[in-house]
C-alpha cells in the first residue's frame, strides 16, 4: 500500500529548478535507491519530505494524510525520519548517548527534569541494543566526535533507526567511505531495514550497491524524475545510463 | 558489562559526594575560623555563585551565550528594594520569593523574543534587551532614584525571627547572613545539578551540539531554548535578591551591561564547560576583584589582560585547566564534568 | 518650519555618526564573521586621539587645516587595529565556537577602557573651534551650525567610497569572496591573513572616523564607547549585520526614532529604540537586510 506519496512537488532556488513537478509513490515494505547525478535534486526532494525545506508547490501525502504543511517534528511523529549526508551527530556525546537521546526525544521524555539520564536504564538498554544491531556496541563509550568518519556514518543511520520510523530517509550512507567498508555498512543498514520492515530510500552514488539492495530504482535528472522502476529496467534504461554514466551504453 | 558500569559509576558517585560533604561541611565551618570580611567576602562569592550556576546553564550546557543577564540580577536586587521602600516590607522570605517571580517573568519575556535567534544575534539582543531595563532605572528617578540608588536595611531572617539592630548588628548579620546565603546556594546547587543532569539537561547539550539534528529527532529546539532561559534568569534573580542585603544600596550599576560581562568573565575564568567551573570562578572572581581593586585603580585593565589569557590559553578554566592537570598525572578526576 | 528642519538635521547628524560606527562593525562581522565588543571604545578611542591631536595643532597650524588632522586619529586608530587582529584574533580561528572573540574581544574592552582613563584621566576633551570656526547658517531665520552639515557630508562621502571599494574595486571582489567562503577563498591563493588584517583594520579606522568627526561637536568623555556599542548593536540588529544598506537603513531609523524620542517622551526614548529592535527581529530574525544568519 502506498505509504508516501508527492504530487507536483517544486522546489526553486532562484533561476535554478531544483525540484521540478516530482509525482512519485512509495510503497510500504519498499527499498528504494534515489539515483541521479549531482545537481539532480535527490537531496532536495528528501529535504522537502521531511521537512527540511518548504516546497514552492505540490503536496505531500503520508498514508494519504496530506501533510505539506507539517513541521519537521511532526512528521517525526508519524515515522519519517531522515539521516544526512554530513554525518550530523552531537559531537561531545558518547556513541550510545547520541543513540540515547533519539529515544529518549521518542518517548516524549526529552524534557523531563525529575530524573537522572544516565540512570534510565529502560533508554539506555534499548539504546545499547540499537547499538548491537549496528555493530557499535563496542563503541558505546567513544566520544562521537572522535569515531573515525565511517562509524559516524553508521551512528548517523542508527540514531535515525532509533526514532522507530516508518519511512527511512539515508542520505549517502556509504559517501566518503572506504569501498570496503562500503559493503559492510550496507549489510548492516539493509539487514536492520529489512528485520524491521522500515520502508526505506537511500540516496546513492554508487551503482553497485544500488544494485545490490534495492527493491526499486528511482532516477532522478535536473528535479525531475528519469526513470522508475525495478533494477533490471533501470539497468536496460538508455536514458539513465546515459545521464548517469555519461555514455549511451547501458550499465 | 553492564554491572561493571553501574559499580565504576557507582564509585565515582560515592566519591563525589564525599568530596561535596566535606567541601559543604568546610563551607559551614567557615566564620568560625575567619574573620568577618572574609566572611562578608565569600558570601559574595557564593551569591555571584547562584548566579553563575544560572549563567551556565545558558553557556556551557545550551551553547547561548548571554551578555544581558544583569538585567535579570537587578530584577532580583530592585524587587526588593522596591518591596522594601514602598511597601515597607523586610522580610528576607518575602524578599526572595517575589525575586524569584518577577524574575521568572522577566526570563519569559526576554526568553520568548530571543531564543528565536542564532548565537551571535542572541547574545547583542539579550545585551541590548537588557539595557531597556537599565534606561528604567536611570529614568525613572522619582520611583528609583536614578543613580543615587536605593539605601535598604538590614533584612530580617527566617521569618522574622532574627533582627539585626542595634550595637553589634553587622557583626552578627555578617554571621548569620553567611549561613543563610550558604544554605541556599547549596539549595541552587543541588537544583541545578538535578536539572543538568536529568533527560533535560542532556537534551539542551544536544542543542548545543547539533541544533539541526536535535530538532529531527524530534526535539523542541526553541521551547528547550526558552525553558533553559527561564531556569537560567530565575537563578540569577535569586542571586540579585540575595545580593541586596550584603549591598544594602542597590544602584542602576547592577542592571549596566558591564556588569553581565562580569558575570560572563567569571564563569569563563572558573570553566564554562563543567559545572563545578562557575561555582569556582564565582569564588575566585570574588577574592581577585577585592584585591586588584585594592591593589590598583586600574583593575578593569588587569581583568581584561586575564581574560584575553584565558581565552587563548586556558579556555577551560580554573577547574578544566585542574582537570588537565589531574589526568596528567593520573590522579582520579572527581571534579564533576558537565 | 524652522524646528522641524533641525529636527531632520540633529536626525540625520545622528544617523551619520551612527552609520560610521556600523559600518565599521558590518565591515568586520561581514568579513570575519566576529562580532566586534570592543567597536564602542575605539570609536572612543578616535575621538579621545583626535581631540588630543587638535588641541597640541591649535596654535601652530590654521584652523582650516586641523580639518585634515581629523582622519589622523581615525587612521591611528586603523594601525591599531592592524596590530590587534594578528596578535588577538588569528588564533582563534581554528576554534569553531563563536564565542571566543566575543570574550577576546570584551577582554580588549577592558583594557582599552582602562587604558584612555590612564592617558586621559576623567576629563572631557573637546575639539570645539572646529565648530566656532565653520560657523553657523541661518536656516528659515534660526542659526545652525555648519560642522553639522559637514559631518553629514563626510558620512556620505565616506559611505559612497566603502561602496565603491566593496562593489567596484578588485580588492573589494577579495574582500567579499573571502567573506562568502573563507576557505575557498584561500583554496584560491588569496591571502586571506591579509584581508582579514585589513577588514579588521578598516572597521577599526571607520568606527574611529565616526569619534573623530564627533569629538568636535561633542567632547570626549570616559564610557561614551559603552553607550555607542549599545546604539551600534540596536543599529546592525534592526539593519542586519554585515551589510552596508543595512548599517545605512539601521541608522536612519535609530537617528529618526532618536529624535523623535527625544522631543516627545524623552524618559522612553532609549526603551522605545530598543522596542523597535525586538519588534524588527520578530519579524525579520536576522535584521532588515542581515547576511550571515
Known amino acids: 500500500m502506498a505509504l508516501l506519496q508527492t504530487k507536483n512537488l517544486t522546489k526553486h532556488f532562484g533561476e535554478s529548478r531544483a525540484v521540478d513537478g516530482v509525482d512519485i509513490v512509495i510503497d510500504e515494505g519498499e527499498f528504494v535507491s534515489l539515483i541521479g547525478s549531482n545537481g539532480a535534486g535527490k537531496t532536495t526532494l528528501v529535504n522537502l519530505i521531511s521537512a527540511y525545506l518548504e516546497p514552492d508547490a505540490g503536496e505531500i501525502f503520508f498514508r494519504h494524510q496530506n501533510i505539506s504543511q507539517w513541521s519537521p517534528i511532526a512528521r517525526i511523529k508519524v515515522g519519517i525520519v531522515r539521516s544526512f549526508q554530513l554525518a550530523s551527530l552531537f559531537d561531545t556525546f558518547t556513541v550510545l548517548d547520541n543513540v540515547a537521546q533519539a529515544v529518549f526525544s ?29 555493530g557499535l556496541q563496542t563503541r558505546a563509550d567513544s566520544i562521537a566526535g572522535k569515531l573515525p568518519h565511517g562509524e559516524r556514518k553508521l551512528l548517523d543511520v542508527a540514531v535515525a533507526y532509533a526514532l522507530r520510523p516508518k519511512l527511512l530517509f539515508l542520505d549517502e550512507p556509504t559517501s566518503g567511505v572506504s569501498t570496503r567498508d562500503k559493503n559492510t555498512i550496507m549489510d548492516t543498514i539493509a539487514a536492520v531495514v529489512r528485520a524491521g520492515k522500515i520502508t526505506t530510500v537511500a540516496i546513492e552514488h554508487d551503482m553497485d550497491v544500488v544494485f545490490k539492495y534495492s527493491d526499486r530504482i528511482i532516477a532522478m535528472h535536473q528535479g525531475r524524475i528519469l526513470a522508475d522502476g525495478s533494477p533490471d529496467a533501470i539497468r ?13 551504453a547501458t550499465i | 558489562m553492564k554491572g561493571d558500569a553501574i559499580t565504576s559509576r557507582g564509585g565515582a558517585i560515592s566519591l563525589r559526594l564525599a ?29 555571584m ?38 511597601l515597607g516590607i523586610h522580610s528576607m522570605e518575602t524578599f526572595i520569593l517575589a525575586g524569584l517571580a518577577t524574575a521568572f517573568l522577566m526570563s519569559a519575556l526576554f526568553g520568548v523574543v530571543c531564543v528565536r535567534h542564532t548565537r551571535i544575534f542572541f547574545a547583542i539582543l539579550v545585551m541590548a534587551l537588557s539595557q531597556v ?32 539592630r542595634g550595637a553589634g548588628a553587622y557583626q552578627r548579620f555578617i554571621v548569620a547572613y553567611y549561613y543563610y546565603v550558604a544554605v541556599l546556594f547549596l539549595l541552587s546547587a543541588a537544583v541545578m545539578w538535578m536539572i543538568t543532569q536529568s533527560p533535560f539537561g542532556k537534551t539542551l547539550q544536544s542543542i548545543r551540539d547539533n541544533q539541526t539534528r536535535a530538532e529531527f529527532i524530534g526535539i523542541r529546539v526553541r521551547l528547550c531554548r526558552w525553558m533553559a532561559f527561564l531556569f537560567s534568569g530565575t537563578f540569577t534573580g535569586l542571586a540579585g535578591v540575595l545580593w541586596l542585603p550584603l549591598n544594602r544600596h542597590v544602584t542602576p550599576d547592577v542592571l549596566y551591561w558591564p556588569f553581565s560581562g562580569e558575570i560572563v568573565f567569571l564563569t569563563v575564568l572558573g570553566g564554562f564547560q563543567s559545572f563545578s567551573g562557575p561555582i569556582v570562578g564565582a569564588l575566585a572572581f570574588s577574592y581577585l576583584k577585592t584585591y586588584a581593586v585594592a591593589w590598583t585603580e586600574y583593575w578593569q585593565f588587569l581583568l581584561g589582560a586575564v ?32 | 518650519m524652522d524646528v522641524l528642519v533641525f529636527q531632520i538635521l540633529n536626525a540625520v547628524y545622528y544617523a551619520s555618526v551612527l552609520f560610521l560606527i556600523a559600518a565599521g562593525l558590518s565591515l568586520i562581522y561581514g568579513v570575519m564573521g566576529i562580532v566586534n565588543m570592543a567597536h564602542g571604545s575605539l570609536f572612543a578611542l578616535g575621538a579621545f586621539v583626535t581631540a588630543t591631536i587638535t588641541q597640541y595643532a591649535a596654535g601652530h597650524v590654521p584652523t582650516l587645516l586641523l580639518f585634515l588632522l581629523l582622519p589622523l586619529g581615525a587612521v591611528a586608530v586603523g594601525i591599531l587595529g592592524l596590530a590587534i587582529e594578528p596578535l588577538l584574533l588569528r588564533r582563534l580561528y581554528v576554534r569553531a565556537a563563536e564565542e571566543y572573540p566575543l570574550l577576546i574581544t570584551f577582554g580588549l574592552l577592558l583594557i582599552l577602557e582602562d587604558a584612555m582613563r590612564f592617558v586621559w584621566g576623567s576629563n572631557p576633551i573637546s575639539a570645539n573651534l572646529l565648530v566656532q570656526y ?68 578598516g572597521g577599526c579606522f571607520l568606527v574611529a572616523l565616526a569619534g573623530a568627526v564627533v569629538v568636535p561637536y561633542q567632547a570626549a568623555v570616559l564610557g561614551m564607547g559603552m553607550d555607542a556599542l549599545i546604539l ?62
Not at chain 2, 577551560?316 to 585547566?321: K, N
Not at chain 3, 529624535?259 to 526614548?269: K, Y
Open chain 1, 106 to 134: 521518542r518517548e516524549g521524555k526529552s524534557i523531563r527534569l525529575g530524573t537522572a539520564a544516565d540512570r534510565n536504564a529502560g533508554v539506555r538498554g534499548e539504546a545499547r541494543q540499537v547499538l548491537e544491531e549496528f
Open chain 1, 236 to 248: 536496460g534504461n538508455e536514458e539513465v545510463a546515459l545521464n548517469l554514466l555519461g555514455t549511451s
Open chain 2, 19 to 47: 568530596v561535596a560533604a566535606i567541601l559543604g561541611c568546610a563551607l559551614l565551618a567557615i566564620p568560625q575560623l575567619v574573620s568577618p570580611y572574609q566572611t562578608l567576602l565569600l558570601t559574595y562569592g557564593l551569591v
Open chain 2, 49 to 86: 555563585a547562584i548566579a553563575a550556576l544560572g549563567f551556565n546553564l545558558l553557556l556551557g550546557y545550551t551553547g547561548l551565550l548571554s551578555f544581558g543577564h544583569s538585567a535579570f540580577f537587578g530584577t532580583g536586587a530592585y524587587t526588593a528594594a522596591l518591596m522594601a521602600k514602598y
Open chain 2, 133 to 164: 531595563l537599565w534606561t528604567l532605572a536611570y529614568k525613572f528617578y522619582g520611583i528609583t532614584n536614578g543613580t543615587d540608588g536605593l539605601n535598604v536595611p538590614f533584612p530580617t531572617l527566617l521569618g522574622g525571627s532574627l533582627t539585626f
Open chain 2, 307 to 338: 581574560l584575553i589569557f584565558l581565552v587563548m590559553a586556558l579556555p577551560t578554566g580554573i577547574v578544566g585547566t585542574l582537570e588537565l592537570l589531574a589526568a596528567r598525572l593520573k590522579w582520579p578526576s572527581f571534579k564533576p564534568r558537565i
Open chain 3, 134 to 201: 565653520l560657523g553657523s547658517v541661518s536656516i528659515f531665520g534660526s542659526l545652525y551650525p555648519i560642522y553639522v552639515l559637514f559631518v553629514i557630508a563626510v558620512a556620505i562621502v565616506t559611505g559612497l567610497a566603502l561602496w565603491l571599494f566593496v562593489y567596484r574595486t578588485k580588492f573589494g571582489i577579495i574582500l567579499r569572496a573571502t567573506a562568502q567562503d573563507m576557505k575557498m577563498a584561500s583554496g584560491l591563493g588569496l591571502d586571506v591573513r591579509r584581508v582579514y588584517m585589513l577588514a579588521f583594520a
Open chain 3, 232 to 293: 551600534a548593536f540596536v543599529v546592525v540588529v534592526i539593519g542586519g549585520l554585515g551589510s552596508l544598506k543595512g548599517a545605512l537603513v539601521g541608522a536612519l531609523i535609530v537617528g529618526g526614532v532618536r529624535t523623535v524620542g527625544i522631543e516627545f517622551f524623552p524618559e522612553l526614548e532609549l526603551a522605545s529604540l530598543y522596542i523597535i529592535a525586538a519588534a524588527v527581529l520578530l519579524v525579520r530574525p536576522t535584521g532588515l537586510f542581515g547576511t550571515k544568519s
